[in-house]
């Protein structure tokens, strides 16, 4: 049970069959695998899904518009709760009977003023605490300038959520245009957009905070008390930026947000995760990563070791840092192969991430939009790999079940289908090239580009050398549920953070 470049390959993908092969040759055809069953998805939409364990072994997802849906496996999900519109569901702030706490009404009234567009619930969070309660920081806006975050506590896990009242406003929701400590006016470029919390633990349990923001001025981070999940008193850190917390990522007014920060043992940095780009299905979405030997920073960039992000983002070039998880994308098809539709898989975002402590497994919880479908989004799970630099590299298919990590180097040769997602905000999905891997360790593509490949004596890090750039990840064993069936896969990254997908070509 599961607890929870400098290249840019633009190429098309040549449409002939490599070498005079009469169709393409499947990585692993000289192996024999015991794959498990096929997964069976269950489709839910939750758009921004912020994951946390029940205490009944299962997981919920909790996002935008106060959306939930529920799994024990991160494959067989159950939607809980639809996107709310204006109807309050179970995860809907209630008030408070304590007549000092705002009622959730005066909240939106005090959110709402100085805008005259409608206000919504966003991107939210819940964090199970240590005494089993349940405290969800939940986060209104009508516009950037109009917003808030609030806590509702709830001994249950669907509710009722009772409101502790507002955290912190954005400037013109406070007063129109001063910050909380009326002493500076509250600008973009200065100070966050209220929205997008997430509550975490530092790696002892001890501290406990709330990193947000969106856009705007950048992340900030606050310290929280974890008994009553308000604003720790006395704190300097909440002193800093006029009363917003300290600044983890500057920013200017420009795409970053869904800040989510986890630690990982086996490296000892915490990392930060956010999104850039427009969150529509041609607005470029996708994720990125930072870390830090802190919870409170610096964060650093992996092209760019010992830098600090609250200093050296610049909002006019700001696609060039982070490593970039994934983006846009679409696997073409290899003449020869199991035929198939070709999905573009467009705009992946605003992720939250789980830590099996048992396993040692990584799990990337994302919404993802598709080509034909309009602005339709599902929540994904995608299993996540540290590479040997210490970085997160993300599977090229979604979480299958499946456990097989290891191989030898007769399963590699054969023909591959190469994604480089590169570092800019794409907004038209990268499309795979076709590349033969031999058993030479050679990598022969398009256009006489070529490289080299390896199999390191685990059976299981990869590298992957290209235009004299190393990348290093992981081979895998995947589920291709466009093709139905199983393939060998890899994931890797780049010194300077650019990811580089390969999908084995998929041949009955």
């Not at 705002?102 to 567009?117: A, C, L, Y």
């Not at 919390?197 to 974890?226: C, H, M, R, T």
Request: charged content about 20%; glycine content about 10%; overall charge negative.
């Amino acid at each position: 049970m599961i607890k929870v470049m400098p290249l840019l390959l633009t190429l098309v993908a040549v449409s002939v069959v490599s070498c005079g092969e009469s169709k393409p040759v499947m990585p692993g055809a000289k192996e024999k695998y015991n794959d498990p069953p096929a997964p069976e998805y269950t489709a839910v939409s939750v758009h921004d899904p912020s994951v946390f364990l029940s205490g009944n072994n299962e997981f919920y997802v909790m996002g935008s518009h106060l959306a939930a849906a529920k799994t024990a496996d991160f494959i067989n999900w159950v939607q809980v709760t639809q996107d709310w519109k204006g109807v309050p569901n179970s995860f809907y702030p209630q008030d408070n009977p304590d007549a000092a706490v705002q009622t959730v009404q005066s909240q939106i009234t005090d959110v709402m003023r100085g805008s005259q567009f409608p206000i919504s619930f966003y991107a939210g969070d819940i964090h199970r605490m240590p005494d089993g309660r349940f405290f969800q920081y939940y986060c209104m806006t009508s516009s950037w300038y109009c917003s808030a975050i609030g806590l509702s506590i709830a001994d249950n896990i669907e509710g009722p959520y009772i409101t502790q009242g507002l955290i912190v406003r954005s400037g013109e929701a406070a007063d129109n245009s001063m910050s909380p400590d009326g002493t500076s006016r509250w600008h973009m470029s200065m100070f966050p957009n209220c929205i997008d919390p997430q509550a975490f633990f530092d790696k002892d349990g001890g501290n406990f905070y709330l990193v947000y923001g969106s856009w705007s001025g950048g992340i900030f981070i606050y310290e929280l008390n974890p008994q009553t999940g308000l604003l720790k008193e006395d704190s300097m850190i909440n002193a800093e930026n006029a009363g917003y917390g300290k600044k983890l990522i500057r920013n200017s007014h420009s795409s970053i947000e869904g800040p989510y920060i986890i630690y990982s043992p086996e490296t000892q940095y915490y990392y930060l995760f956010v999104s850039y780009g427009g969150l529509a299905a041609n607005g470029g979405y996708n994720m990125r990563v930072f870390r830090s030997r802190s919870p409170t920073g610096p964060y650093e960039d992996a092209e760019r070791p010992g830098s600090d992000m609250s200093q050296d983002l610049m909002h006019t070039v700001h696609y060039n840092y982070g490593v970039k998880i994934m983006g846009s994308y679409k696997y073409e098809n290899i003449p020869g192969e199991t035929p198939s539709l070709s999905i573009e898989y467009l705009s992946p975002g605003h992720n939250s991430v789980y830590h099996d402590s048992d396993t040692e497994k990584y799990f990337l919880i994302y919404h993802q939009r598709f080509s034909g479908r309009g602005e339709y989004h599902e929540a994904r799970v995608c299993e996540m790999f540290l590479n040997e630099d210490g970085w997160f590299v993300a599977s090229p298919f979604r979480y299958d079940g499946g456990t097989i990590r290891s191989f030898s180097p007769a399963g590699i040769p054969g023909t591959w289908k190469l994604i480089n997602h590169g570092k800019v905000n794409n907004t038209m999905p990268v499309k795979s090239v076709e590349y033969k891997f031999s058993d030479n360790g050679k990598m022969e593509g398009p256009h006489d580009s070529s490289g080299t490949w390896e199999l390191k004596s685990d059976g299981k890090t990869v590298y992957i050398t290209m235009d004299g750039v190393l990348y290093k990840g992981v081979f895998l064993r995947c589920y291709d549920e466009e093709k139905k069936q199983w393939v060998q896969a890899f994931t890797a990254l780049s010194a300077n953070g650019i990811a580089l997908w390969g999908a084995g070509a998929a041949v009955k």
